[in-house]
């Protein structure tokens, strides 16, 4: 049973660092593309940022420069380092796995970060 597995997260202050990761089983991690979603109140999910099994990043255009994703295929994990955080980073962030042929798809259940003062 595919299982992604989120932990990380919580309430920290503007200009504030969490790092977020995401364990997977079930599956073969080490060929999927894993990637970070967030859902803020009202709005719809958005990516943040993936990884490829070759290491090749893309990141949305609001968390360029603050952000990095990485992973650990060693452990079947991925990993998101959040730095100098906003309000508008507040949301459900959730981490996602897919297949490059896009036919194999899961999700974690989501982690809260939400950055207030």
């Excluded at 109140?41 to 360029?64: F, L, N």
């Excluded at 650990?72 to 949301?91: I, R």
Aim: with cysteine.
């Amino acid at each position: 049973q595919v299982q992604l597995v989120e932990s990380g997260g919580g309430l920290v202050q503007p200009g504030g660092s969490l790092k977020l990761s995401c364990a997977g089983t079930g599956f073969r991690f080490g060929v999927y593309t894993m990637a970070w979603y967030r859902q803020a109140p009202g709005k719809q999910r958005e990516v943040v940022a993936s990884i490829t099994m070759w290491g090749s990043r893309t990141y949305a255009d609001s968390v360029k420069d603050r952000f990095t994703i990485s992973r650990d295929n060693g452990k079947n994990t991925v990993y998101l380092q959040m730095n100098s955080l906003k309000p508008e980073d507040t949301a459900v962030y959730y981490c996602h796995s897919e297949t490059l042929s896009g036919t194999d798809i899961h999700w974690g259940q989501g982690t809260q970060v939400t950055v207030s003062s």
